[in-house]
C-alpha cells in the first residue's frame, strides 16, 4: 500500500508564498513522475506542475514562473513552490506520483486559500 501525504497548504495574502510538501511512503517502486493537480470549487481538477524521475519539468500556463516543482527521489517527496500567489490560485492541492507500471497513487489533498 502507497500512501502520500501532503503538508503546506493555507491561507496567504495575494503575492504571497506557499510551500506544499507531499512524501510518499509504503510499498513503493519505480516511481516514474510525481506532480500536482488542483480542483476550485465549481471547476474541474486540473494539472499544475509535474517532474520526471529525471528532472523534466511542465507546468500549466497559469503558474509558469510563479510555481516551482522540485522532488527529493531518495525521501520519495515532491514539492511545489509557490510564489506570487493570486485569488485565483484558490484550490485543493491534490499531489499524485505514478510508478513506471502506469500505476497512480493521490494524496487526500490541502487546501490553499488565496485572500486579495
Known amino acids: 500500500q502507497v500512501q502520500l501525504v501532503e503538508s503546506g497548504g493555507g491561507l496567504v495574502q495575494a503575492g504571497g508564498s506557499l510551500r506544499l510538501s507531499c512524501a510518499a511512503s509504503?510499498?513503493?517502486?519505480?516511481?516514474?513522475?510525481m506532480g500536482w493537480y488542483r480542483q476550485a470549487p465549481g471547476k474541474q481538477r486540473e494539472l499544475v506542475a509535474t517532474i520526471t524521475r529525471g528532472g523534466t519539468t511542465n507546468y500549466a500556463d497559469s503558474v509558469k514562473d510563479r510555481f516551482t516543482i522540485s522532488r527529493d527521489n531518495a525521501k520519495n517527496t515532491v514539492y511545489l513552490q509557490m510564489n506570487s500567489l493570486k485569488p485565483e490560485d484558490t484550490a485543493v492541492y491534490y499531489c499524485?506520483?505514478?510508478?513506471?507500471?502506469?500505476?497512480?497513487?493521490w494524496g487526500q489533498g490541502t487546501q490553499v486559500t488565496v485572500s486579495s
Open positions: 509504503g510499498s513503493i517502486s519505480s516511481i516514474n513522475t
Open positions: 499524485f506520483l505514478e510508478q513506471d507500471t502506469g500505476y497512480a497513487y
